[in-house]
Every structure is written in structure tokens, then in C-alpha cells.
């Protein structure tokens, strides 16, 4: 016998929000003599990235090592600015999401540093209406590890077969697959609207 669903948990980036990370490069661009392919090497390596992303180092640091790394000099507010202005609305899954408000617990879960998660917050309301949060930097953790997974089951009390869970990238459905988690890996709106049929969703 299948688990009732009780709980939805999101990613955040080209999920309820579209991100482009190349923004950011041009933007950079303009401020160092750096071709842009090194600009993204040097901001997005893995592991300096990662570093940022599950909160092993602050804001301060981050900035001041990219401004270091591309020979930029700008201020702190102005660097953020820059940094987040990379997004854009999912308009059709944000009236998914307020349809599924109330019916089911909703959560996030989002491999996602502070200074983004913050704009996010302050710039699209979408983001203020779910129920909890689990974001890579205030757990120290970053998908597809399984203990931030485990982080959302044991948070939400929840069992994985309760949960349905959407992601745009492969490796993490894979992983939460494994879990036991009902996972299926975002494309668009109406894809995603469409494999929920399979539980008996329809919206």
C-alpha cells in the first residue's frame, strides 16, 4: 500500500526560480580585465563555491576573496547586488505552489548560500509562503549528501514515501530515489503537474 503524501519539498534554482550564472560573469567582466571564462573558473570552482554554499565561510570572505581573485574593487553592498541579481520568476509554478498551500506541508530544500537566500526572500514572495527550510548553509550539507536529506524526514517527521520531491538536477532525484523518497526531476510546470497524476495529485 502506497504512503499518503503529505509533504512537498522543492528546490529553489530553475525550479521555483530560473537562475543564470553567466549575469553574473558579464557583470564582472566589466569591472576586471579577465576573460569571462576565467571569471567563471575562479568564482564557481566546486570547492570554493561549496565552501560559500554550506556556510563554512562568511559573506566578508567570499567577497573579499572573488574581488581578490578577479583584481575588482567595489563595495561590499555593491558586490551583493551583482552577485544576486540573477533571477528570474517561475511564474506557473508559483500558482502550483499557492494551489498545494494548505493541502500539504511544503518545504524547500536548496543547496544555496546566505546572501542569495536572503535576496530571494526580500524579492519574490513566493519564497515566504512554505512551511520550513533547509538550505545548505545553515546546515553545513549540500544535496546529494544523505544527511541533508535525512535533515528534511527527521524535521518534517515525515516517512520518504510521504514525501514528493523536485529537483532539476539528476544526481539529487537519484539520490533521494534511493531514499525512498518520491522524486522526480523538474523540466517544466506542466511536466511536473503531470507526473503528480501518479499519486493521485491533479491541479
Not at 568564482?43 to 572573488?66: C, L
Not at 524579492?123 to 544523505?146: G, Q, V
Not at 536529506?149 to 527527521?154: D, I, P, R, S, Y
Amino acid at each position: 500500500m502506497k504512503n499518503k503524501i503529505t509533504t512537498f519539498i522543492f528546490d529553489i534554482g530553475n525550479v521555483l526560480i530560473f537562475f543564470d550564472n553567466q549575469t553574473i560573469v558579464k557583470k564582472f567582466e566589466k569591472f576586471s580585465g579577465i576573460p569571462a571564462k576565467e571569471i567563471y573558473d575562479s568564482m564557481f570552482d566546486a570547492s570554493f563555491i561549496n565552501s560559500f554554499e554550506t556556510g563554512r565561510i562568511s559573506e566578508q570572505t567570499f567577497y573579499q576573496t572573488v574581488c581578490s581573485k578577479l583584481s575588482i574593487k567595489i563595495s561590499f553592498p555593491q558586490f551583493k547586488e551583482i552577485f544576486s541579481d540573477i533571477f528570474t520568476p517561475n511564474a506557473s509554478i508559483d500558482k502550483l505552489v499557492k494551489k498545494l498551500k494548505g493541502k500539504y506541508k511544503l518545504c524547500i530544500l536548496s543547496n544555496v548560500g546566505k546572501t542569495h537566500f536572503e535576496y530571494l526572500q526580500k524579492r519574490y514572495p513566493i519564497m515566504n509562503i512554505f512551511d520550513s527550510y533547509y538550505l545548505s548553509y545553515k546546515l553545513h550539507a549540500m544535496k546529494p549528501e544523505t544527511r541533508i536529506f535525512n535533515a528534511v524526514l527527521k524535521g518534517e517527521k515525515v516517512k520518504p514515501g510521504e514525501c514528493v520531491y523536485t529537483d532539476d538536477i539528476e544526481r539529487n532525484v537519484l539520490k533521494a530515489k534511493k531514499l525512498g523518497i518520491n522524486a522526480i526531476q523538474f523540466k517544466s510546470t506542466n511536466q511536473f503537474k503531470k507526473s503528480l497524476k501518479k499519486f493521485n495529485i491533479n491541479i
